[in-house]
């Protein structure tokens, strides 16, 4: 890592030996860029309100994350907002149901943060999560003396240093590092081959075997999958995201 010249800011340059990464590889262009690796935690972070988290924004973010070989927690903030808290429940309960932490929060009144301090507060984590969700507002109720811009700050990014695609490291006062990653405005940037996005889904893994090897989960005969989503064990919601990244990924593929 390399210090990118202001105080408390750092830009991961290069990392040796990673075992799971965080990447992201532009449409046309080659060369998967790392944003971070080796991360202890890692957090999607959505918004419940303002703007809204639909379960295709949080799927896609899972599977992101998930395809780098990392175990993600999902962090609702904006629970403050009016008509945060009835979303709360059923979008929790799904994401409970597939086994992930669910950590419903508000960076403005300071509610629900405690766990995720215990969180960040050891070893390396990164949030990700498209502009606006509050990631930066999330770190300063954490830790005031960062001062970390907020707030229109996207909104500026296509002329300023914020449209680089490296992760900045700050360091919280109580010694965990976090990587403030840029927003992902655009999700789809992130590539997953076709035949990895199944796995990307804990609970297909629960699922009954399917009677093909290599079922797609599309119209193959006898798939476990299918049937779990037909008998309510999994959500419908997510059964939909996997087709939508799945379609997407076959377009993505070369022929
Ligand atoms: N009501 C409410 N607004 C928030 C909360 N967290 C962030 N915001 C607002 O959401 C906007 C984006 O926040 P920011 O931290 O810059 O988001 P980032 O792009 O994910 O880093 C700012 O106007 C924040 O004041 C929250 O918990 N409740
Ligand atoms: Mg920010
Ligand atoms: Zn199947």
Redesign the pocket.
Known sequence: MVLAGEADEWTIERVEDRITTLVRRARGSAAPKVLAANLDHVFA?V?LL?PPAATELIDRLLVLIESGGMHPMLVL?????EGARDWMAPLSAIYEDVGYRVLP?????GEGLEPLRAELCRGMSALI??????????L?ALDPGLA????D??AKSGTGRHTTVSSRLVELRCGGFVA?TP?FGDVTLWEVAVEEIAGCFPEFARAEPCRFRGCAHVQEPDCGVREAVESGRIHEARYRSYRKLRDEALERAPY
Do not use: C, I, R
């Not at 903030?77 to 907002?81: E, G, Q, S």
């Not at 929060?105 to 009144?109: E, F, I, N, P, R």
């Not at 999560?129 to 999330?138: I, M």
């Open positions: 972070v918004s303002e903030n904006k629970l403050d907002v929060v508000s960076a403005k009144t999560g498209p502009s606006g969700v509050g990631k930066s507002s999330l300063n970390l811009l907020t707030g700050l996207s403030d927003g």
